[in-house]
């Protein structure tokens, strides 16, 4: 599975960015895609996931981080095999390297990081 991430830039307080994460590969193998970020000096975080195995009975549920509850969305687009994190209201705390990730049985796949830079 190879995840390719897109979308990140610098945007003012209070603004919107949409992430985009495309997969290519064993795609049929997902269960699962998120977005995790890492701020500097911190931890990697859990930001948002998604359920994206059609045979789950969760499918399409989702799964969101306290702190972005409310002003940020993850979505799949199925056809494109890829998913979005649609983020708004953005503060100077989402300042981070955003990584998305797919999770195939027990094994993790990270796409390259795109960076978010908010400024106050």
């Known amino acids: 599975v190879q995840l390719q991430a897109s979308g990140g830039g610098l945007v003012q307080a209070g603004g919107s960015l949409r992430l985009s994460c495309a997969a290519s590969?064993?795609?049929?193998?997902?269960?699962?895609m998120g977005w995790h970020r890492q701020a500097p000096g911190k931890q990697r975080e859990l930001v948002a996931t998604?359920?994206?195995?059609?045979?789950?009975?969760?499918?399409?549920?989702?799964n969101y981080a306290d702190s972005v509850k409310g002003r940020f969305t993850i979505v799949r687009d199925n056809t494109k095999n890829t998913v979005y994190l649609q983020m708004n209201s953005l503060k100077p705390d989402d300042t981070a390297v955003y990584y998305c990730?797919?999770?195939?049985?027990?094994?993790?796949?990270w796409g390259q990081g795109t960076l978010v830079t908010v400024s106050s």
């Open positions: 990730s797919a999770l195939v049985r027990f094994t993790t796949y």
């Open positions: 590969g064993s795609i049929f193998t997902i269960k699962a």
């Open positions: 998604v359920i994206t195995d059609g045979g789950s009975t969760n499918y399409g549920s989702t």
